[in-house]
């Protein structure tokens, strides 16, 4: 066990402060902590290292994973003036969010099986199997609801659902993509999809109208990402669902100028904190492909449902 001064003085840093709390509680990995802290690999193996050489923190191996405690490490009235620390770094306040995420992932078994088969299909040739058939297919289990596709663009996605559904509106904010889009579904004959002039912010549309309300690489465009799930809330009936596909966190700058991106993407934290704030229940959030180019962009599932 350290000294409390050598820990104290260890603990002093904001990044060794969040690392040393969250490894009191819960044995976690470098890319756990990666993931918890939104930080590098090498941001947080220097800091395990210094702890590790404080004495502060263990470690154990586990196959190729090496997991990192603080339990046992640290003096016990330590404790609570490192919880009191930490309640003042506002970026912080995420971390058992966080955390509760990490662990929850780990459990998760059937994640990682359908990561593993994600990377097969498609590997092998198989005549008539595809990812455009298997969508198809699937949306045509889809029941008849009223969707609101909010930041639908030109409306392909909005083409596609109204096959099924009830009816589907779908909101931009760029006129000439309202009037494509108008033309197109005129042309193919859909008389159960309808294109609006508006802002996913503030869409226009009647309070509790909607069964579904779907942003599709479109929340990453708004000005208040917040604003726009809040009137996803408005528009749904009880019982109605908020659906989202977006890029997760990156550091892609180029995207602002080459896509008029205003965010670089969402991490699973901040959609389900945007989700909570808006009144949304039953969250879910999970990375659903990865992009083997550079710059690798990641998509991120997320979805809520109106409870009340």
Same mark, same amino acid.
Do not use: C
């Given at each position: 066990?350290?000294?409390?001064?050598?820990?104290?003085?260890?603990?002093?840093?904001?990044?060794?402060? /969040?690392?040393?709390?969250?490894?009191?509680?819960?044995?976690?990995?470098?890319?756990?902590?990666?993931? +918890?802290?939104?930080?590098?690999?090498?941001?947080?193996?220097?800091?395990?290292?210094?702890? @590790?050489?404080? *004495?502060?923190?263990?470690?154990?191996?586990?196959?190729?994973?090496?997991?990192?405690?603080?339990?046992?490490? $640290?003096?016990?009235?330590?404790?609570? =003036?490192?919880?009191?620390?930490?309640?003042?770094?506002?970026?912080?306040?995420?971390?058992?969010?966080?955390?509760?995420?990490?662990?929850? /992932?780990?459990?998760?078994?059937?994640?990682?099986?359908?990561? /593993?088969?994600?990377?097969?299909?498609?590997?092998?040739?198989?005549?008539?199997?595809?990812?455009?058939?298997?969508?198809?297919?699937?949306?045509?289990?889809?029941?008849?609801?009223? +969707?609101?596709?909010?930041?639908?663009?030109?409306?392909? !996605?909005?083409?596609?659902?109204?096959?099924?559904?009830?009816?589907?509106?779908?909101?931009?904010?760029?006129?000439?993509?309202?009037?494509?889009?108008?033309?197109?579904?005129?042309?193919? *004959?859909?008389?159960?999809?309808?294109?609006?002039?508006?802002?996913?912010?503030?869409?226009?549309?009647?309070?509790?109208?909607?069964?579904?309300?779907?942003?599709?690489?479109? !929340?990453?465009?708004?000005?208040?990402?917040?604003?726009?799930?809040?009137?996803?809330?408005? +528009?749904?009936?009880?019982?109605? @669902?908020?659906?989202?596909?977006?890029?997760?966190?990156?550091?892609?700058?180029?995207?602002?100028?080459?896509?008029?991106?205003?965010? $670089?993407?969402?991490?699973? +934290?901040? =959609?389900?904190? =945007?989700?909570?704030?808006?009144?949304?229940?039953?969250?879910?959030?999970?990375?659903?492909?990865?992009?083997? @180019?550079?710059?690798?962009?990641?998509?991120?599932?997320?979805?809520?449902?109106?409870?009340?």
């Amino acid at each position: 066990m350290a000294t409390f001064l050598r820990a104290f003085r260890a603990a002093s840093d904001p990044t060794r402060l /969040r690392i040393l709390l969250l490894l009191s509680g819960e044995e976690l990995t470098v890319a756990e902590l990666q993931d +918890i802290l939104g930080m590098g690999q090498s941001r947080i193996s220097a800091s395990l290292g210094l702890l @590790r050489r404080e *004495g502060l923190v263990s470690d154990r191996r586990v196959g190729k994973n090496i997991f990192y405690s603080s339990k046992g490490r $640290l003096p016990a009235a330590l404790g609570s =003036l490192l919880e009191a620390a930490a309640g003042e770094l506002a970026e912080a306040s995420d971390d058992p969010a966080a955390l509760a995420l990490a662990l929850a /992932r780990r459990k998760d078994k059937a994640a990682a099986y359908f990561d /593993r088969l994600a990377g097969k299909f498609g590997r092998t040739y198989i005549p008539g199997r595809s990812w455009q058939a298997l969508a198809h297919g699937l949306i045509a289990l889809q029941p008849p609801l009223v +969707i609101a596709d909010l930041g639908a663009g030109e409306g392909t !996605l909005s083409q596609l659902l109204a096959r099924t559904a009830k009816k589907v509106i779908a909101i931009d904010n760029a006129p000439r993509m309202v009037e494509f889009g108008e033309e197109v579904a005129r042309e193919n *004959g859909f008389l159960n999809l309808e294109f609006r002039l508006g802002d996913i912010e503030d869409p226009p549309l009647a309070d509790g109208s909607v069964d579904l309300a779907l942003f599709s690489q479109a !929340l990453h465009h708004a000005a208040s990402p917040a604003r726009a799930i809040a009137s996803a809330w408005r +528009i749904l009936r009880p019982g109605g @669902r908020v659906l989202i596909l977006d890029l997760a966190s990156h550091s892609y700058e180029q995207a602002r100028d080459l896509y008029a991106h205003v965010w $670089l993407g969402f991490s699973e +934290i901040e =959609l389900r904190k =945007l989700l909570h704030e808006a009144g949304f229940g039953g969250i879910l959030t999970s990375i659903v492909s990865r992009e083997k @180019r550079a710059p690798h962009f990641q998509t991120i599932l997320a979805l809520g449902a109106k409870l009340v």
